[in-house]
């Protein structure tokens, strides 16, 4: 069956740099979904890709979708600690009803 | 505020009971997601249900199960519970009943099973 991945599982920031996280497939995804999580709450909707290749940006974050529509990343500019939690990538198979989520990246920044 | 209602937040029983979890999906939405969130784990799919009808079927325990009622609302039903059930369950809900459209989740009910 499907398996997204996510790399790194955690990421220790100092407040102002850059972080990254990235999200595979192994099989293509109609679409790529990006959530996040803050600590004891619930997943949030960021952004949602469809075609291949397609870049998003929302102030700091940029996200990406790759060629093959089977990988994306999340970039975030000068992370603060408003960006702290877990950051999920979530793609449905392309046959079947199921938004498969990846492990997410859990990220800290330190002030 | 997602629009998505959970009761009850918290849930504490024993081994070997059952309970039953409910969702009330967005105003609007009619398909509803239940997912699994254990300890430091990602969010496991259980079961999709659009406009009564199950849709698609993760990796759902056979002691577990689910109804999508006329209204839209749904319950998760965990009988036969064990300690590997205490869990974060979360339902979401989105518009139509492709995954096309984002998914709003509720604020879960955290289960504990002792």
């Known amino acids: 069956g499907q398996q997204v991945m996510q790399i790194p599982q955690y990421q220790h920031v100092q407040e102002g740099e850059d972080f990254t996280t990235y999200c595979n497939s192994s099989?293509?995804?109609?679409?790529i979904q990006w959530y996040k999580q803050r600590p004891g709450g619930h997943p949030v909707f960021l952004i949602q890709?469809?075609?291949?290749?397609e870049v998003k940006k929302q102030k700091r974050l940029t996200f990406q979708f790759g060629e093959a529509k089977k990988n994306s990343s999340l970039h975030i500019t000068a992370t603060q600690t408003t960006d702290v939690g877990t950051y999920f990538c979530?793609?449905?198979?392309?046959?079947?009803?199921?938004?498969?989520f990846g492990p997410g990246t859990s990220l800290s920044v330190i002030p | 505020d997602s629009g998505v209602t959970q009761t009850p937040k918290h849930l504490i029983t024993a081994t070997g009971q059952r309970v039953t979890l409910r969702c009330s999906p967005r105003?609007?939405?009619?398909?509803v997601y239940w997912y699994q969130q254990s300890l430091d784990q990602g969010l496991q799919f259980l079961i999709q249900y659009y406009n009564g009808e199950e849709r698609a079927k993760g990796n759902i325990l056979e002691r577990f199960s689910a109804q999508q009622f006329p209204d839209l609302h749904s319950e998760l039903n965990l009988s036969s519970l064990e300690l590997g059930d205490s869990a974060l369950y979360f339902c979401?809900?989105?518009?139509?009943?492709?995954?096309?459209?984002?998914?709003?989740f509720g604020n879960g009910t955290r289960l504990t099973v002792t």
């Open positions: 105003s609007g939405d009619l398909s």
């Open positions: 979401a809900s989105s518009v139509g009943p492709h995954p096309n459209s984002p998914l709003h």
């Open positions: 979530a793609g449905p198979e392309t046959s079947y009803d199921k938004v498969i």
């Open positions: 099989t293509t995804l109609s679409n």
């Open positions: 890709l469809v075609k291949s290749g």
